[in-house]
């Protein structure tokens, strides 16, 4: 392609002069800064551990090269122009679900599932950007449909329904966990029902049992069901005997260890110890919890909480429909993630790998997240002509 027409194609699919940058919500972006900046001063703190310096299981190096590979995408999705994603999002939805299909069959197995690709950099996991996916592809197929009848659930419902069954056959329940909030938010801010939101999850619940019952839950997957339930009975979580239960033991007890102000940076039990898997990705709440107490995890999740609520009033701000339900997409995004993530590790879920976004190691999830936060930051700045009925109406 000559210099001209990448110039062109450039100006088709980035909006270079046309963004609008006092109208970007700085206030998001500071948070999201923020939160980056804190994720990285713990990995740092856990990598720098006494235990790690022994296993050298956890390197910030290598965290700190996948921010640096992955922050441009905060970029792309900022500059990209909404009129071009709209027609090119079921093609990118497309993408995302043979991504998901090549896991199948060259992906790698890691802790009974097969999720990952190995890429030069860092290993992708596909169900990562398949929740962009799935925001991206509700909000184009909801932009124009007001769930007014029962053909019109047809489409949002295959739309997430499709993903969902690929992503469970990895499986990985986490992945799966987070889609349902975030589908079930968009549909009601397209305008579903409350009592139809409701007969989806009787229904979903429903099936859940249906399969358990069929036996086509993983045994290990219903051993942490079963645990989760047994620790709510002290004695069973603390029998050292149960395998099952050294996650959920550890990080409970690293939450307690922290008290009111904390430990300290770097000198938590969970930290000296190295006791607790996945302190660096999964379970790296409870380091915070631990090493700057309740004070300082209420001010983490304070500052999750803001985020969320600015995303979704910058949605409420958009009169365009394709792009309110896309940011309301990614605010509800952020909120599943840290709903599930804290409270699988305070035991009120069963127990799944989930990262918290920002804050965890994992390229892919850095990936999905700041791709998310930058159509998200974009989509408030650039106003391009719509001609739905929300356009015209009065808010």
Not at 22 to 46: K, N, Y
Not at 48 to 56: I, K, M, Q, Y
Request: charged share 15%; proline share 3%; net charge positive.
């Amino acid at each position: 392609m000559s210099r001209r027409g990448t110039a062109l194609f450039s100006s088709r699919v980035f909006a270079w002069r046309s963004m609008r940058w006092s109208e970007i919500d700085w206030p998001v972006a500071l948070i999201a800064t923020a939160l980056l900046g804190l994720g990285l001063v713990f990995v740092s703190a856990i990598a720098g551990s006494t235990a790690n310096e022994v296993s050298r299981e956890i390197s910030f190096a290598a965290h700190r090269q996948k921010v640096i590979v992955t922050l441009p995408l905060v970029a792309a999705g900022l500059l990209v122009r909404p009129a071009w994603l709209r027609r090119k999002t079921p093609w990118i939805y497309a993408g995302c679900l043979v991504l998901l299909l090549l896991v199948y069959f060259i992906g790698e197995e890691r802790n009974n599932a097969q999720r990952w690709i190995q890429l030069p950099r860092f290993d992708l996991q596909p169900s990562e950007l398949a929740k962009v996916g799935v925001i991206l592809m509700l909000a184009y197929v909801l932009a124009e449909n007001r769930l007014e009848s029962v053909g019109g659930w047809i489409r949002p419902l295959a739309v997430v329904a499709v993903p969902m069954g690929l992503v469970a056959g990895q499986p990985d329940l986490g992945t799966a966990m987070t889609l349902v909030p975030i589908s079930l938010g968009m549909l009601y801010l397209a305008g579903a029902r409350v009592g139809a939101l409701v007969g989806f999850v009787a229904a979903g619940l429903a099936l859940g049992w249906v399969a358990v019952d069929a036996h086509l839950v993983r045994e290990y997957q219903l051993e942490r069901i079963e645990t989760w339930i047994d620790s709510y009975d002290a004695q069973g979580l603390v029998d050292r005997r149960n395998a099952a239960a050294f996650h959920v033991y550890h990080a409970r007890v690293a939450a307690g260890d922290g008290g009111l102000f904390g430990r300290g940076l770097g000198r938590g039990v969970a930290n000296e110890t190295g006791l607790l898997p996945e302190r660096e990705s999964d379970s790296i709440f409870m380091v915070v919890a631990e090493e700057v107490g309740f004070v300082g995890a209420s001010a983490v999740l304070a500052l999750y909480a803001l985020l969320v609520i600015l995303l979704m009033l910058s949605a409420a701000r958009i009169r365009d429909r394709y792009a309110r339900l896309v940011v309301g997409g990614v605010s509800l995004y952020f909120a599943a993630h840290l709903v599930i993530n804290v409270s699988v590790n305070l035991g009120l879920l069963p127990m799944t790998g989930l990262t918290l976004p920002l804050f965890s190691t994992g390229g892919s999830s850095l990936l999905a997240t700041f791709l998310a936060l930058g159509l998200a930051l974009g989509m408030g700045a650039n106003h391009e002509a719509g001609f739905d009925r929300d356009t015209f109406r009065s808010y």
